[in-house]
């Protein structure tokens, strides 16, 4: 299982005591490391299919602090997707009006078939990677619809519905960022804490420190802005348990990495 961080804030904030926090726990997560940096449409991406604390460029990185308004952070397991470049976490991409989307993943889609047909169009091998790639049509398919651009609720409305299809029997937690909204969703126990602040917001794995961190919702689509929530979705009620047939395709998966 791989770990997930992302903090919203209103304004730039330094992030570097979490970070190092989370990046320590590559040790059980070694397949690879990445950061994103983000502002409305701009992106810096660093990443590299290494153990986290093994790697000098992150490092020297988290030497100096690293500030920002919407960071999202990510430490591999591999499951689906072999250890290689292109199979690290950040995603990012822009639809068709050019809004650009990034996003981390931690869980597997055991089965969901819209996403087979982008086996053949990604540059990785990760469902996850697949399921930006989705996402992204979807938008497209409505904006076409509507002949312009959708707004932050439409935008919302089309990932609640996409959510709470995907997650029906599969292992969903996910960070993403359009730009404008952090879309927060988690469907398994005791594995998505949020540390809420004045004008910011902190989302991990597992809690970065001896603060009052909480549970993130579950089965529910979350919306954030500069730190405050600003959409709920449905609550599609799909918690995701592990079952022995998911354990056999894990198996499976991995004897072929």
Not at 3 to 29: G, P
Not at 130 to 146: A, F, G, H, T, V
Not at 189 to 210: D, K, M, N, W
Request: hydrophobic share 30%; with cysteine.
């Amino acid at each position: 299982m791989c770990e997930i961080f992302a903090m919203t804030s209103r304004k730039k904030r330094d992030v570097n005591e979490y970070l190092k926090e989370f990046f320590s726990h590559s040790t059980q997560h070694p397949h690879g490391w990445g950061l994103a940096n983000l502002y409305k449409n701009e992106v810096e991406i660093e990443k590299e299919p290494i153990q986290a604390t093994k790697s000098h460029y992150l490092k020297n990185r988290l030497s100096v602090p690293y500030k920002g308004r919407n960071i999202l952070a990510h430490i591999r397991y591999a499951t689906i997707g072999n250890v290689e470049y292109q199979n690290c976490h950040p995603y990012t991409l822009k639809d068709r009006t050019g809004r650009r989307w990034t996003m981390i993943h931690n869980g597997t889609i055991f089965q969901y078939d819209p996403l087979n047909e982008y086996v053949k169009l990604q540059h990785g091998d990760t469902d996850s990677e697949r399921i930006l790639l989705y996402i992204r049509d979807r938008i497209n398919q409505e904006s076409r619809k509507k002949g312009q651009p959708l707004d932050a609720e439409e935008r919302f409305f089309v990932l609640d519905q996409i959510i709470s299809e995907m997650s029906k029997e599969n292992k969903l937690n996910l960070l993403l960022f359009d730009g404008e909204l952090l879309y927060v969703h988690t469907n398994y126990q005791s594995s998505l804490y949020q540390l809420a602040q004045e004008g910011r917001i902190y989302f991990s794995t597992t809690p970065l420190s001896g603060e009052h961190w909480q549970p993130v919702p579950m089965t529910t689509l979350l919306a954030f802005q500069e730190g405050e929530m600003v959409f709920r979705g449905t609550d599609h009620g799909n918690e995701y348990f592990s079952r022995e047939d998911d354990l056999k395709f894990l198996y499976h998966i991995f004897s072929n990495l």
